[in-house]
């Protein structure tokens, strides 16, 4: 499988919530046509943990371009960026699964 997985940990104030998961969707079709094939908050069901972002992507080498576009300069840029606190990136390979 090419396709890998990128998981961070990130924070968004409560009341940052709504707003934060408005810009993610406003940001999915220029993610989709850069190679962005799932994003994803998953927030612990019990209340206690971190919040994770996970993200999958066609390769390395797509997420790798993505990084270095102008259009991934202006989302980081953003307000909607700044309604969360990011921890680095962690890429992950896919070695089995469905």
């Known amino acids: 499988m090419e396709e890998i997985v990128c998981i961070r940990t990130i924070e968004v104030a409560p009341e940052n919530e709504e707003a934060f998961y ?3 969707e406003e940001n999915r079709p ?6 962005c094939l799932m994003e994803r908050v998953l927030k612990p069901s019990d209340g206690h943990g971190p919040t994770l972002m996970l993200t999958m992507w066609k390769s390395h080498e797509v997420f790798d371009a993505w990084i270095k576009t102008p ?5 980081s840029s953003s307000p909607g960026h700044a309604l969360c606190r990011w921890q680095p990136i962690k ?5 089995a699964g469905y």
Not at 30 to 35: E, P, S, V
Not at 71 to 75: C, I, L, S
């Open 30 to 35: 220029l993610r989709q046509r850069m190679g």
């Open 71 to 75: 259009e991934h300069a202006a989302v």
């Open 91 to 95: 890429r992950y390979d896919i070695a």
């Open 22 to 24: 408005k810009w993610i």
